[in-house]
């Protein structure tokens, strides 16, 4: 038995011990079961990655993200017109509050039958078109977000495919949930043949920082866009490439 130094304490090099077997065993086994713990949680994402060699780093971490935010991408599908509208509508509101007159998103809401119908004919359109692919996002069931993307409508790029819409709530934003879209989007422009994209950006778009972190650059081409009666400008913002969407 250990005696007891005079002010209390335990004999002479007890504590070194102590010290010396929790840096040498303790340590490593808590680093490697971290590691082992580490492997097994994100074993689905590094096999995509190795075998598949499909998925970015990037969106290995957005599909991190999502995933513990209980996130699924799917196609539109039939019956998802009206939650689509209501998605649309106050994503609208929600971005553009400042930026597109008042009125104009204050009517929104009154119409929103007109909007559910126009959501109609997308789904109509989109069991057989094979040039434009609408994707939803879902979250607990509901859907929070969209990316429209298809052929160039403009003509303002020869041979690049146009990421037509990408809308999302403000409550799922900043969850890598729109990275997620746009990376879905590109997909189907790469898979039909296209090597680059371009978007049409609102100039006062809160949202522009995005795009420029997604890769995109700005063309330097400009438009007008009628919204509500009013006059806005619009930037067409490029993604030179969209390997990096692979």
Known sequence: MLGRGPRGQGA????????????????PLYLILWHILWIRNNFYFISIHLQ???????????LQVANRHNTLLRPLAVGDEIVAANVHIHSWRETYAGVIDDATLDELPIKFAERVERWQNIINESLSAC??????????????GFARVGVDRDGAFEGAGELWSLYLLRACQRKQIGYLLLCEAMKFLRENGYRSAYAWVLAANPTM??????????????????????????????????DQFV
């Not at 002479?12 to 340590?27: E, N, Q, S, V, W």
């Open 12 to 27: 002479p090099g007890t504590d070194r011990i102590i010290k010396m077997f929790l840096t040498t065993f303790i340590t």
């Open 131 to 144: 040039d434009n692919k609408t994707i939803v996002a879902v979250k607990e069931k509901n859907i929070v």
């Open 209 to 242: 920082a995005f795009y420029r972190r997604s890769g995109a650059v700005e063309t330097g081409i400009r438009k007008t866009l009628d919204i509500g009666g009013k006059q806005y400008e619009a930037h067409a913002m490029q993604w030179n490439s969209l």
């Open 52 to 62: 598949c060699n499909c998925v970015s780093p990037f969106e290995i971490l957005a």
